[in-house]
């Protein structure tokens, strides 16, 4: 059986943040004994979005951006139980409840330290 990651971010972060998501891709593509599961770009009930949180070990989020639907995915893996590892781009602020939530904070330039962080949760 595959482990889950669940991948929270903002809307649009992928033209915003593009380090983060071209190392996850990699990631992804190279570690095959793990599932990466990405939101869809469609709203969804949030029902099921919490069903399908809560079937992950484990939540990757990028967190430069503040976002209502990356809050909401922090709170459901919050109150889960579910390891929440954040990424950050080490521009602006985090928002305060982030630290409190996060079992731990990256703050990257490059994709090679996102690489590196991951290979470790592997």
Aim: charge should be negative; charged fraction near 20%.
């Amino acid at each position: 059986m595959k482990t889950r990651w669940f991948v929270s971010h903002s809307s649009h972060s992928e033209d915003t943040t593009p380090i983060f998501f071209h190392a996850l891709q990699k990631f992804d593509e190279e570690n095959k004994r793990l599932e990466i599961v990405w939101p869809p770009h469609e709203p969804i009930e949030l029902a099921a979005r919490k069903i399908e949180l809560e079937h992950c070990q484990l939540v990757i989020a990028e967190v430069s951006m503040a976002s209502t639907g990356s809050g909401i995915d922090l709170g459901l893996a919050y109150a889960a139980k579910i390891p929440v590892i954040a990424f950050h781009q080490g521009t602006g602020v985090i928002s305060p409840i982030v630290p409190s939530i996060a079992t731990s904070i990256h703050v990257y330039l490059t994709e090679e330290h996102i690489l590196k962080v991951l290979a470790t949760l592997a």
